[in-house]
Nanobody, 115 residues
Framework: QVQLVESGGGLVQPGGSLRLSCAVS????????VGWYRQAPGKQRELVAF???????TYVDAVKGRFTISRDNAKNTVYLQMNGLKPEDTAVYYC?????????WGQGTQVTVSS
């Protein structure tokens, strides 16, 4: 099992950047697929970016070219670099780790894009 703790959220102006981090505790982190999801008020949680254990990435169309997911297996950390932020990116961002049928979520970090 793994536990996840997100950090790095905050208030940023449109066009700005943030880097979210997700610290993962537990064994065999490199064997897990990891992802960032977000949930805006009144909306369902949606996938933002996904990174397999083998290094394959997937992005939702709305963030392609602006967001980058990465991982540092030596530090047991997942990152989401967010550039060119827009007001519609405002949401609580969650980190997720999965391996076979096991899934673990973090508690979320708020990202607010506003002038």
């Amino acid at each position: 099992q793994v536990q996840l703790v997100e950090s790095g959220g905050g208030l940023v102006q449109p066009g700005g950047s943030l880097r979210l981090s997700c610290a993962v505790s537990g064994r065999d982190f490199s064997m897990y697929a990891v992802g960032w999801y977000r949930q805006a008020p009144g909306k369902q949680r949606e996938l933002v970016a996904f990174l397999t254990a083998g290094g394959i990435t997937t992005y939702v169309d709305a963030v392609k070219g602006r967001f980058t997911i990465s991982r540092d297996n030596a530090k047991n950390t997942v990152y989401l670099q967010m550039n060119g932020l827009k007001p519609e990116d405002t949401a609580v961002y969650y980190c997720r780790a999965s391996r076979e049928s096991y899934i673990s979520w973090g508690q979320g970090t708020q990202v607010t894009v506003s002038s």
